[in-house]
C-alpha cells in the first residue's frame, strides 16, 4: 500500500510589524501620569555657538585670573572641553540665545583662545524659574571647584541667605562650621573702601586679610577706618 505523503505544515505566520516609535506621542503619554507635572524637564546636551552665550550679571564670581584663564584656554584647544557648560534658554535677546548658569570661566576661555563652540547642558527656563535659583544653582556648582576670594563667598552667602536659604542651610550647602558662614557674612558690614581691599588681585601687602576684616567688620561702620588705619601703623 503506497504511503501517504505528510500533511505539508501550514506556512508561517508574517510577524506583525513593530510600530515606529513616536517621540511625540511618547511624551504625551508621558505628561499624562499621574505626577508627570513634578517631574522635571530632561536635560538637552549640545554644541552652541560661544557668541551666542551671554554672562550672568549676578554670577557670585567676581575675580577672573587672567594667567589661569590663558592656562585653560590652551588646555582647551589641546584636549577640548572636558566639562560641560550649564546655559539657560533666553528669549528676546538680539545678541544672545542662552545665559550663563556655571562656567564662566570656560566661556571666557574659549573667547580667549577663539574657540567657536562650547558643548553645554541646557536648561528649560522651568527648572530656572528666577535670578534666585540660578544664583543658588552656580554658587553651588563652582563653590569646589576654582576658589572663590573670601569677598565672593561673602557676598554669595548673603545673596543666598536673602533668598531664604538659613545659615544652617548655608552650612550644609558649603560643607562649612557655623562660624565660617558667619566669618564671611561679617565682611558685608565692611565699608566701601575696607571692601576694597579684599580683592585679590591687589599685592598682598596692600590687601586687607581675611582674620582682620572680621574684626573690623564687629566695629560700627564709622569707626572702621580710624581702626585700620590703626591696625596698618602696627
Not at 16 to 23: D, K, L, R, S, Y
Not at 49 to 74: G, M, S, T, W
Not at 149 to 163: T, V
Amino acid at each position: 500500500v503506497p504511503l501517504k505523503p505528510p500533511p505539508a505544515s501550514p506556512a508561517p505566520k508574517s510577524a506583525a510589524p513593530v510600530p515606529t516609535p513616536n517621540p511625540t506621542a511618547m511624551a504625551a503619554s508621558v505628561a499624562a501620569l499621574p505626577g508627570a507635572a513634578d517631574v522635571a524637564p530632561p536635560m538637552l546636551a549640545a554644541r552652541i555657538p560661544v557668541n551666542r552665550i551671554r554672562r550672568n550679571p549676578d554670577q557670585p564670581r567676581k575675580y577672573f585670573r587672567k594667567h589661569a584663564l590663558l592656562e585653560l584656554a590652551n588646555s582647551m584647544k589641546a584636549d577640548d572641553q572636558r566639562q560641560l557648560i550649564e546655559v539657560v534658554r533666553v528669549f528676546g535677546d538680539p545678541k544672545a540665545d542662552y545665559e550663563l548658569i556655571t562656567g564662566e570661566r570656560r566661556w571666557r576661555a574659549a573667547e580667549i583662545g577663539r574657540i567657536t563652540h562650547l558643548n553645554a547642558i541646557v536648561k528649560d527656563p522651568k527648572e530656572v524659574p528666577n535670578k534666585a535659583r540660578q544664583h543658588h544653582l552656580c554658587f553651588v556648582a563652582d563653590f569646589h571647584r576654582e576658589p572663590y576670594s573670601k569677598f565672593e563667598i561673602a557676598l554669595a552667602l548673603m545673596e543666598e541667605k536673602a533668598n531664604g536659604t538659613t545659615v544652617e542651610e548655608l552650612c550644609h550647602m558649603c560643607g562649612r562650621s557655623i562660624t565660617w558662614v558667619y566669618q564671611h557674612l561679617a565682611l558685608n558690614d565692611l565699608v566701601p573702601e575696607l571692601r576694597k581691599l579684599l580683592d585679590p588681585s591687589l599685592p598682598k601687602s596692600e590687601r586687607l586679610s581675611f582674620s582682620i576684616g572680621c574684626r573690623i567688620a564687629r566695629v560700627p561702620q564709622e569707626r572702621q577706618m580710624e581702626v585700620y588705619r590703626k591696625v596698618v601703623q602696627v
